[in-house]
């Protein structure tokens, strides 16, 4: 197991770097520092001084990947490349384009994310798993029918309807939470209902609608119809056969995207005002700070893998069949 | 003079492969078999006459000309005459009479719905309003000036008296509602004659096949469809020539204009991003999972790490590198239409750059079985060439998961340019797209009291073709995959 799970970890390796280049190419080959500083400068007639003394400051003004001026191993080490890129691998961020330290940023902002994205991620996954098993334990009745039509047509709404549609309601209408803001400490609970509720409503359609054909898949297995004709009651089928082992593809799921949720949700964060990874992210974008974007790629693609590595392990912690080798 | 913009050429391709692929289904009985089943399902059918109602617009807005510029002359006789052609009459005033050609992309839709282009307001007005949502400073004849909504220039200005509005909608609806009845009336009339004419039956038999939805397709679906969709099609259009039936935005257009303008842009978004991944999906996935080795590994390799990254963000990166690029490179775009439409182009592009892998691994894995299969062990054994064995053998045999996973990455496709509008990524701010809706009528909320018509013009609008799309999916993927079938 865990030979299994180092060699795992080894085989991040390529693909992080591989990450590193494609980040790299899109960011400083495609377009020089020059043009970055010219766009962030944002006039057209820009003096050539003022593009060196920007790039000066953010320490854009290396070579890409050779320094042959300098000495010794600094010819490599004092690039752009290895500045701005594989230093990403020891999880140093260095400085944002207006000259805040990312990586302090992200510490601080990776917690609000996480009090919206667990709450939604857990209650959410109650209430599809329960809608779900009500579906199946109704199918091929008007209920069910019924129910599939709804979460269709919820599953067809953008995301951003919802997030409106529950700012408008609870927020303006009926004034029984904030709209926007967050606080520290037990304070935050009026400012993050909203946003739980917006993120577990807008998740139904979706994720019922999954759980729902894990649930039916199970529900015609052979052992369902065996223990139906032991006599066993349909409740105790569902309970103990059909939803013991729908739980697989279920957890297993939600594993993946464990880590990530660090990452947080861009949408509704940056409309309720809530500080965290997913609102700074948009931020960075909306003021083209290059060098957060970068460091947030590179976080996001760490994370996913530890998904991909945590979905692995855990397929065999839940269902003894599988063997990792 | 016709002007073909580079999404344009790409729909014009994607509608010929869409030709052959249904030349190619028709002659085999592996894909006719799906197809005839999802002609069959009730759902389907009306899915896909909305789904067509779409198609049409947005193929209409899919055909761009120069407009030619009236001789300075007769412009200038016609004082009526719009600002569009007052500005290009303008530009054309120093030059000869001959034929000459405005600057101005138009769509044939442009044209069509020219009436609602050029009826701009001052600022914002509500569905059917009369008057200005925001009060104004109004000169009264007799010198003075009140602060009150002034009327409206074009919404409502036939109207004599404001009071009758009720009345005078009421009119237009009907007399709506019975010009898309008669359409709807012959187009029916046809139908039966051809389905009487197919089944060898006399006219009133045919018609009463259908009406007790007798025939294998549900015909009866399909024209009741029709209906609903031709009645409030010229139901809007009779209304649309008086007001402004979804009110006017912050710069006093149209708001149903731009709905209608954005299902190109949804439109576009949804398939061509598709018609963009097919290729390096469909190829990696089958070499990796026929080459196996070395080549699995590299390919697996390209897609985990495309995959590790996470889809907003690379594609916030690559936009981010457009924008730098075309401000720097500002004067390569000849016009502002084609620079939006290059970048509409470049987010099907990066979209689908992270949307391929899905495909491709279900490819490589189906790849990785069939090669198994006798019939590959046989080629290969008879010394049959690799190229000729994928394309007889594995190829044919993975078209179903194709089929399956463009009509189902659609929907999401559609709702993720909203998304990426909101965060400024999308398409281009100046061109119409349901994202740019929202996010400029985001910023009204505030107001008091709420504008809420350009929200919900794009949620009608979206809403009914992401469901629409999500429902024929479902059929879709029932009729080439019924092991699902049988399970839901």
Redesign the interface.
């Known amino acids: 197991m865990s030979a299994y799970i180092i060699r795992r970890l080894l085989y991040a390796i390529p693909i992080l770097i591989g990450v590193n280049l494609i980040t790299f190419v899109l960011f400083f080959v495609v377009n020089s520092p020059d043009d970055m500083a010219r766009m962030q400068l944002g006039d057209k007639r820009v003096t050539a001084e003022a593009i060196q003394a920007w790039k000066a400051d953010h320490g854009y003004d290396r070579p890409l990947l050779y320094n042959a001026q300098a000495e010794g191993t600094d010819k490599l080490t004092d690039t752009i490349f290895f500045e701005k890129s594989l230093k990403l691998f020891a999880f140093d961020f260095g400085t944002s384009d207006s000259g805040r330290d990312i990586g302090y940023d992200i510490r601080q902002r990776m917690w609000p994310s996480l009090a919206i994205a667990l709450p939604v991620l857990l209650v959410g996954l109650a209430i599809n798993i329960s809608y779900a098993l009500m579906i199946v334990f109704f199918r091929a009745t008007y209920i069910d029918v019924g129910s599939v039509v709804l979460l269709v047509a919820m599953m067809s709404i953008s995301g951003l309807f919802y997030i409106i549609g529950g700012q408008f309601l609870v927020g303006k209408l009926f004034h029984l939470v904030p709209i926007s803001g967050y606080d520290t400490g037990l304070d935050a609970f009026k400012f993050l209902i909203l946003p739980v509720i917006v993120g577990v409503v807008g998740g139904i359609g979706t994720g019922t609608r999954l759980y729902r054909t894990f649930f039916l898949e199970e529900a015609n297995r052979d052992y369902v119809r065996t223990a139906r004709a032991k006599g066993l009651r349909e409740r105790i089928v569902l309970f103990r056969h059909v939803l013991k082992n729908a739980l697989i593809p279920i957890l297993t799921g939600v594993v993946a995207v464990l880590p990530l949720l660090f990452m947080g949700a861009l949408i509704t964060e940056s409309f309720f005002g809530i500080p965290g990874l997913g609102s700074y992210t948009i931020d960075a974008i909306n003021r083209q700070d290059f060098a957060i974007v970068r460091a947030m790629v590179f976080l996001g693609s760490v994370l996913y893998i530890l998904g991909l590595i945590l979905t692995d392990i855990s397929y065999t912690m839940v269902d003894p069949r599988v063997r990792l080798s | 003079m016709p002007v073909i913009l580079t999404t344009d050429a790409l729909i014009f391709l994607l509608i010929a492969v869409a030709l052959g692929y249904g030349v190619y289904a028709a002659q085999h009985e592996h894909l006719r078999a799906p197809w005839r089943s999802v002609a069959r399902s009730r759902v389907g059918v009306a899915a896909l006459v909305v789904i067509g109602c779409y198609v049409l617009i947005g193929l209409l807005d899919s055909m761009h000309f120069h407009p030619r510029v009236e001789p300075v002359a007769a412009s200038s006789a016609a004082p009526a005459a719009t600002d569009a052609a007052r500005a290009d009459a303008g530009g054309a005033a120093a030059a000869p009479m001959e034929a000459r050609y405005s600057t101005q992309v138009l769509s044939v839709l442009d044209v069509i719905l020219s009436g609602l282009r050029e009826r701009q307001e001052k600022t914002f007005s509500a569905p059917f309003a009369t008057h200005l949502f925001v009060k104004e400073p109004i000169e009264q004849p007799d010198g003075s000036i009140v602060r009150g909504y002034p009327p409206l220039e074009h919404g409502g200005a036939h109207l004599k008296d404001p009071s009758r509005r009720g009345f005078d909608i009421a009119v237009r609806t009907v007399l709506g509602a019975i010009k898309g009845l008669l359409v709807w009336m012959a187009l029916t009339a046809g139908l039966v004659w051809l389905v009487a004419h197919a089944r060898g039956e006399t006219f009133n038999d045919g018609a009463s096949a259908i009406w007790q939805a007798r025939t294998t397709v549900p015909w009866r679906v399909l024209l009741l469809t029709l209906a609903v969709m031709l009645v409030l099609g010229f139901v809007a259009a009779e209304l649309a020539a008086g007001y402004h039936i979804l009110g006017t935005d912050k710069v006093g257009e149209d708001v149903f204009y731009q709905s209608l303008k954005s299902i190109r842009t949804g439109l576009v978004i949804g398939t061509l991003t598709t018609l963009v991944m097919l290729p390096a999906a469909v190829i990696l996935g089958i070499m990796a999972g026929y080459f196996r080795g070395l080549t699995d590994d590299i390919i697996q ?2 897609y ?7 889809g ?3 594609i ?3 936009i ?2 457009l ?3 075309m ?2 490179n500002a004067d390569q775009f000849a016009s502002l239409v084609e620079r939006a439409d290059l970048r509409l182009l470049f987010l099907c592009i990066i979209l689908g750059v992270t949307s391929w892998t899905g495909l491709c691994r279900l490819l490589r894995g189906e790849s990785l079985k069939l090669r198994e299969q006798d019939y590959v062990q046989a080629a290969s054994a008879l010394g049959v060439r690799h190229g000729t064995i994928i394309s007889r053998h594995i190829l044919p045999n993975v078209l179903h998961i194709v089929m399956i996973t463009v009509v189902l990455d659609f ?1 999401g496709l559609v ?1 993720a340019e ?2 990426l509008s ?4 999308g398409v281009d701010p100046t061109m119409n797209s349901w994202g740019n809706m ?1 996010n400029s009528a ?1 910023l009204e ?1 505030a107001r008091e009291p ?1 504008v809420w018509w350009s ?1 919900a013009a794009a ?1 009608v609008f ?2 009914t073709l ?2 629409a799309a ?2 024929f999916a ?1 059929v879709v993927r029932d009729a080439f995959d019924p092991r ?1 079938a ?3």
């Not at chain 2, 985990?304 to 996470?310: E, H, K, V």
């Not at chain 2, 909101?422 to 990524?425: D, E, L, M, T």
């Open positions: 390799y390209l985990t790490t495309l995959n590790s990254i996470p907003v963000l690379l916030a990166a690559a981010l590198m924008q730098v690029y401000t720097n929907s709702l909203a998304v909101y965060v400024n990524i929202i985001r909320l709420i929200l949620f979206m809403f992401v469901l999500n429902l479902d699902l049988r399970v839901r």
